[in-house]
Nanobody
Framework: QVQLVESGGGSVQAGGSLRLSCAASGSTSRTYFMGWFRQAPGNAREGVAA???????SYADSVKGRFTISKDSAKNTLYLQMNSLKPEDTAMYYCAANAGRASAIQALGVLLRFGYWGQGTQVTVSS
């Protein structure tokens, strides 16, 4: 089992940047695939970006070219660099992880159903 703690959220103006972090603890010696999700009030939780156990990455169309996911295995930390933020990016952002092997494309679907989750960090983008 793994515990996840997100940080780095906040309030920014449109066009600004934030970097989210997700620190993992627990059974981190295993191979994991991980991802970032977000949920705005009244909306379903949606996948934003993922990194597969093979190191591949995948992004939602809405964030391609603006967000970058990365993982520092030595620090057991997942990051999401968010640039050119838009008001529609406003949401609670969650980190998720699960053990095993999955490509980034597979990861978001699997994590949504079977992932370990953090408590979330709020991102608010004003126009």
């Amino acid at each position: 089992q793994v515990q996840l703690v997100e940080s780095g959220g906040g309030s920014v103006q449109a066009g600004g940047s934030l970097r989210l972090s997700c620190a993992a603890s627990g059974s981190t010696s295993r191979t994991y695939f991980m991802g970032w999700f977000r949920q705005a009030p009244g909306n379903a939780r949606e996948g934003v970006a993922a990194v597969g156990s093979d190191g591949s990455t995948s992004y939602a169309d809405s964030v391609k070219g603006r967000f970058t996911i990365s993982k520092d295995s030595a620090k057991n930390t997942l990051y999401l660099q968010m640039n050119s933020l838009k008001p529609e990016d406003t949401a609670m952002y969650y980190c998720a992880a699960n053990a095993g092997r999955a490509s980034a494309i597979q990861a978001l679907g699997v994590l949504l159903r079977f992932g370990y989750w953090g408590q979330g960090t709020q991102v608010t983008v004003s126009s």
